[in-house]
């Protein structure tokens, strides 16, 4: 289970980004956050695995408050919780089965780590993630000859070498087109329903939220002011969110 207690969040002490927000999600929970720019969605999911330090409030994943944890400790829990960025995250000029290996980084040394090397397990690990995302035909091709949707979906494939209990997505599909979109969510869902895996989402189409989600959280001004089934939001609620 993930837990967020009074979390409050600021990046120049004087204006708030979260302000006092209190959540909880189950493991196998698929969520949706929207809200406009500004509404502090990225901030809540950097959060989660401590990309950013709230400067007040505690963050439990599995009952521990990952907050006072040390360095060590810290790094063992964020092998749990894998993050998907907007802008892919890949070395371009890397093939994609070395930018999914990249997953499995958290399992090793620092001397593994810095001279990449990998052993038997990681190599099916990371076959099995790009079978998984369809992209198994690819591993050997660079990163910069795919498609915009292929570099996502080979993203997701890395979080999934990680072998990760959470998936954090920060508008995984902002930069794709609605047709590219419905696939990466469509390989989200089958992710999150066949591992099990509790993912949230920064959305900023509301529309594939409704579809996809079925929790859906929105945010304005740090400020949850709905969190509910997607069924259940309305238009009224969502003009008061994007007003």
Request: proline residues 1%; aromatic residues 6%.
């Amino acid at each position: 289970m993930l837990k967020l207690e009074n979390i409050t969040v600021s990046y120049d002490g004087k204006a708030l980004a979260v302000d006092n927000i209190n959540l909880e999600i189950d493991q196998g929970e698929f969520v949706g956050i929207i809200g406009s720019s500004g509404s502090g969605k990225s901030s809540i999911l950097k959060t989660i695995n401590l990309l950013v330090r709230p400067i007040k409030g505690k963050v439990y994943v599995d009952d521990v408050d990952i907050i006072g944890l040390k360095n060590s400790q810290l790094r063992t829990i964020r092998r749990s919780i894998g993050f998907v960025f907007q802008d892919y995250n890949l070395i371009d000029r890397s093939s994609v089965l070395d930018n999914v290996l990249v997953g499995r980084l958290g399992y090793k040394s620092s001397f593994k780590s810095i001279f990449g090397i990998f052993n038997d397990e990681d190599y099916e690990s990371a076959s099995k993630a790009l079978r998984q995302v369809g992209l198994g035909e690819k591993m050997f091709e660079r990163a910069d000859q795919l498609s915009g949707g292929q570099k996502q979906r080979v993203s997701i494939a890395k979080t999934l070498c990680q072998n990760p209990k959470i998936i954090l997505a920060d508008e995984p599909v902002a930069s794709l087109d609605i047709s590219t979109s419905k696939i990466i969510m469509e390989y989200f869902k089958t992710i999150n329903e066949k591992n099990n895996i509790t993912i949230l989402i920064n959305l900023h189409d509301v529309n594939l939220a409704k579809r996809y989600c079925d929790r859906i959280i929105a945010l304005k001004k740090g400020k949850i002011l709905y969190d509910g089934k997607a069924g259940d939001l309305s238009d009224e609620l969502l003009n008061k969110i994007y007003q």
